[in-house]
């Protein structure tokens, strides 16, 4: 069903009234106060971009409840994942790069190349290799962790992180070379 013209205009109205109460809403579902702007906000932006498929405007209470339950819900799972997913870093790194070649060059490359010239290079690097290294390095994932969330054989993993380590322990080498010239 298309809304067109004053009914339209008519729906965006009522819709910015209802702000407060969406605000009510989704404190009384549970959105913690950190996130309670964002939830609110995104709410309200997922309402006007449905505005027509609301079939009767005096059930617009309803309908704005059941966005912000369902919004309040996904936000919650996702900090929750994110909670659950936390590693912590200063046993880091528990498997791989067990050499002392590795951490010898790694903090060599730390002093020679830039964090933006690295972010470069990481990618450039072949996907899944790049989101395998951001995973491990950027947000300090184990290779376990990594291989459940990409939904991929630990094995693969492991193999795709090695060779994606040494295509980038080359860029960083002939960077190195290029600036000693």
């Known amino acids: 069903m298309r809304v067109i013209g004053d009914e339209r205009l008519f729906r965006e109205k009522a819709l910015c ?29 997922e309402a006007y971009q449905h505005l027509d498929q609301l079939k009767n405007v005096k059930d617009m209470a309803g309908w704005l409840f059941i966005i912000t339950k369902n919004k309040v819900n996904r936000t919650y799972r996702a900090r929750k994942r994110r909670e659950r997913w936390e590693v912590n870093l200063e046993n880091y790194p528990e498997d791989g790069m067990n050499e002392a070649s590795d951490y010898q060059a790694w ?10 010239m690295l972010c470069q290079m990481i990618e450039r690097l072949k996907p899944p290799g790049s989101e ?18 990409l939904d991929m054989n630990y094995n693969t993993v492991k193999t795709i992180e090695s060779r994606a380590l040494k295509r980038l322990k080359k860029m960083i080498e002939s960077e190195i070379a290029r600036d000693e010239r």
Not at 18 to 44: N, P, T, Y
Not at 107 to 116: F, T
Request: with cysteine.
């Open 17 to 45: 009234e209802k702000i407060g109460m969406v605000r009510d809403f989704a404190a009384i579902c549970g959105a913690s106060k950190e996130e309670l702007d964002d939830i609110v906000q995104e709410v309200m932006v």
């Open 107 to 116: 903090s060599a490359a730390e002093n020679a190349v830039s964090d933006e």
């Open 132 to 149: 395998i290294i951001k995973l491990r390095f950027g947000a300090g994932f184990k290779l376990k962790e990594i291989a459940e969330m």
